[in-house]
């Protein structure tokens, strides 16, 4: 359970999907992307470029709306 104080002040969490790390911005339930019964990836992908995420990723009742974190690269300063 995610408090809303920390999502208002702009407090996010992590998931780690397969040695992945992605910064969760939002969650959305599915019911929100759903016509006629049937889920509209097309809206889903609609609303993450719009908010400028760059993946989303799901349960059975919610789309995880997240910001891939990159690996760091290690520059030698001589």
Do not use: A, P
Request: net charge negative; charged share 20%.
């Amino acid at each position: 359970m995610h408090s809303s104080f920390l999502e208002m002040i702009g407090v996010h969490y992590i998931k780690y999907i397969n040695g992945i790390g992605y910064i969760v911005k939002n969650e959305i339930s599915k019911h929100m992307f759903t016509q006629n019964n049937q889920i509209r990836f097309d809206w889903v992908q609609m609303y993450r470029d719009e908010m400028g995420y760059d993946h989303v990723l799901q349960n059975d009742n919610v789309f995880f709306f997240c910001e891939t974190i990159q690996e760091v690269e290690i520059i030698e300063y001589l």
